[in-house]
């Protein structure tokens, strides 16, 4: 599995984004996939995640502001954020796993992971 992050960009405080996440070499379908945010200075953050039936999960701390859907046709996941915050900026990943036996659930760990795709929110 290959996934490919993109989207990016600067944006000021209250502002939006779309990002991307393209699967290659593995349908989308039996794929769960979360995104995850590493600003520099602290570890990875966990954001949300969807699973392969839909079910989508959140981060307390972007909860209400974010939203992950799948395009299982276009093999891609989309994380819609907004009313982005400075704390918000990070370098964002995508990754999937194999996790089509739990169709209703996101896993722990995941074995694939995007180049990740820099999100800078400022003024």
């Known amino acids: 599995v290959q996934l490919q992050a993109s989207g990016g960009g600067l944006v000021q405080p209250g502002g939006s984004l779309r990002l991307s996440c393209v699967v290659y070499?593995?349908?989308?379908?039996?794929?769960?996939i979360g995104w995850f945010r590493q600003a520099p200075g602290k570890e990875r953050e966990w954001v949300l995640c969807?699973?392969?039936?839909?079910?989508?999960y959140y981060a307390d701390s972007i909860k209400g502001r974010f939203t992950i859907s799948r395009d299982n046709a276009q093999h891609t996941v989309y994380l819609q954020m907004s009313s982005l915050k400075p704390e918000d900026a990070a370098v964002y990943y995508c990754?999937?796993?194999?996790?089509?036996?739990?169709?209703?659930?996101?896993?722990?760990?995941?074995?694939?992971w995007g180049q990740g795709t820099q999100v800078t929110v400022s003024s």
């Open positions: 990754a999937a796993e194999r996790y089509s036996r739990y169709p209703s659930s996101c896993p722990r760990w995941y074995a694939d």
């Open positions: 969807i699973s392969t039936d839909g079910s989508t």
């Open positions: 070499g593995f349908t989308l379908d039996d794929l769960a």
